[in-house]
């Protein structure tokens, strides 16, 4: 496992080369974003990117989406994986929003996570992107990246979330699941992380490393 002088360098380095990371996916405001997150479950940032672009020019609050229809919301988002569950809950989340919220989302996560396709990773993200809390969103790359290099080692995505919110020093919290997204997103890969480029592969415990 990583030790505390070696996270503390593991995030300085990140901080130092992309001070003010953020979510790739493209969004509008606070409703735009969260649709943003639901669309992307199990799919890219890039594919829901494009399928966003010109739905988000004209929709972008709950009643918008509400008066577009779910027919018409699938005509856009139809190249995203399970799109008519998604697009039904996007629907779904924008009706619950006008009834219960005034058509604004809530700064909170039971309420977040009580809308129709939200569960807790989209929660953090909303409350970390939008809201600006210090929460970590474990998606595939953070689980990946927390296990290979020691940094919050868990058998599941809550233990590896629950450790990283005990390990990553607090002055870091508010960017760190960015970093740690583009960083496995981009050099700690899935199949061939590329140590050679790695700005932090000295302070990382993988022993495997890719570096020639």
Not at 164 to 180: F, I, N, S
Request: net charge positive; hydrophobic share 40%.
């Amino acid at each position: 496992m990583m030790k505390k002088d070696a996270i503390e360098e593991f995030f300085r380095r990140l901080s130092g080369a992309d001070p003010t990371p953020t979510t790739e996916l493209e969004y509008r405001n606070t409703y735009t974003l969260l649709v943003a997150v639901v669309l992307s479950a199990q799919a890219t940032d890039v594919g829901v990117n494009k399928a966003t672009k010109e739905l988000f020019k004209t929709v972008d609050t709950p009643q918008k989406m509400l008066a577009l229809g779910e027919d018409e919301l699938i005509k856009h988002v139809r190249t995203i994986g399970l799109f008519r569950t998604k697009a039904k809950n996007v629907i779904a989340l924008s009706e619950m929003l006008v009834k219960e919220h005034g058509g604004e989302v809530p700064h909170d996560r039971a309420a977040l996570e009580a809308l129709p396709g939200v569960g807790r990773k989209t929660a953090n993200v909303v409350l970390n992107t939008a809201f600006g809390e210090p929460t970590m969103a474990v998606d595939t790359h953070i689980f990946r990246l927390s296990n290979r290099t020691g940094l919050a080692p868990g058998k599941n995505v809550r233990a590896v979330e629950d450790k990283l919110l005990k390990r990553v020093p607090t002055h870091y919290l508010q960017h760190a699941h960015h970093w740690l997204i583009l960083h496995g997103r981009y050099v700690c890969k899935a199949r061939k992380p590329d140590c050679a480029v790695c700005i932090v592969a000295d302070v990382c415990t993988y022993k495997a490393k890719t570096i020639a």
